[in-house]
């Protein structure tokens, strides 16, 4: 069974650029989540999509924003790149939303902004 | 608001060691889930356990065993005859329960980085 998939690997960009990160869930999976993990500030959720519909977001300004497609993949985008969202951006999935379902995470996408 | 404290920045220890990775919780509710996920070098998240909060039984897989004590708020994870390849940055996560609507959330603790040599 494949994992969570993440796009691209690593993506170089420069201020006031806009960024857009894609992931696939596992199969079968219809949560989304998209976490922020920046150097000295741990790993920071950033958003929630189920069954097509943004569920919940973190405290991070509103351009940072995303959608989930019908096939449940989901696609983060960041407008008017600054040097601090410099990070590696993690997606994960469940197999449906509760507490109790655990999270799986794909490798990430390391976005730098220069 | 949810809380959850790894005190122990990072460890260091010889193969074969036993090694205890702590991780303290704060929360309100009085149902919620507790997860261990563990991030080698490569940088995906690897997920390990989850444990309820009804569930103070601790558990055994392999080398990896898991003490939960509500009482305590804690949920500690002990790696018996410690592997190199057990190097990696392990996370302790907290779950926000579903009836908030606001379920799903996991709240992770800072990491403990472990480092593991011959």
């Known amino acids: 069974e494949a994992g969570v998939t993440q796009s691209p690997t690593h993506l170089i960009k420069t201020r006031g650029q806009q960024a857009t990160l894609r992931c696939s869930p596992i199969?079968?999976?219809?949560?989304v989540y998209w976490y922020q993990q920046a150097l000295g500030l741990g790993l920071q959720f950033l958003l929630w999509y189920d069954e097509g519909e943004e569920r919940n977001r973190g405290n991070f300004p509103p351009r940072f924003s995303g959608r989930q497609f019908p096939n449940y993949s989901s696609e983060l985008n960041v407008n008017a790149l600054e040097l601090e969202d410099s990070a590696l951006y993690l997606c994960?999935?469940?197999?449906?939303?509760?507490?109790?379902?655990?999270?799986?995470f794909g490798d990430g996408t390391r976005l730098s902004i220069l | 608001a949810q809380k959850v404290t790894q005190a122990q920045t990072e460890i260091s220890v010889v193969e074969k060691e036993d090694v205890t990775l702590d991780c303290v919780y704060e929360?309100?509710?009085?149902?919620?889930?507790l997860f261990w996920y563990k991030q080698p070098p490569s940088g995906e998240l690897v997920f390990l356990i989850r444990r309820n909060s009804f569930d103070e039984q601790n558990e055994i897989s392999g080398r990896y065993s898991w003490n939960f004590q509500k009482s305590t708020s804690s949920f500690n994870f002990t790696i018996t005859a410690s592997q190199v390849v057990d190097s990696a940055v392990y996370f302790c996560?907290?779950?926000?329960?579903?009836?908030?609507?606001?379920?799903?959330?996991?709240?992770f603790g800072t990491g403990t980085r472990l480092q593991v040599t011959l």
């Open positions: 199969s079968g999976h219809t949560s």
């Open positions: 996560a907290l779950s926000e329960p579903l009836n908030t609507g606001t379920a799903s959330k996991l709240t």
């Open positions: 929360t309100r509710d009085t149902t919620y889930y």
């Open positions: 994960a999935s469940s197999l449906y939303s509760g507490g109790n379902q655990p999270q799986h």
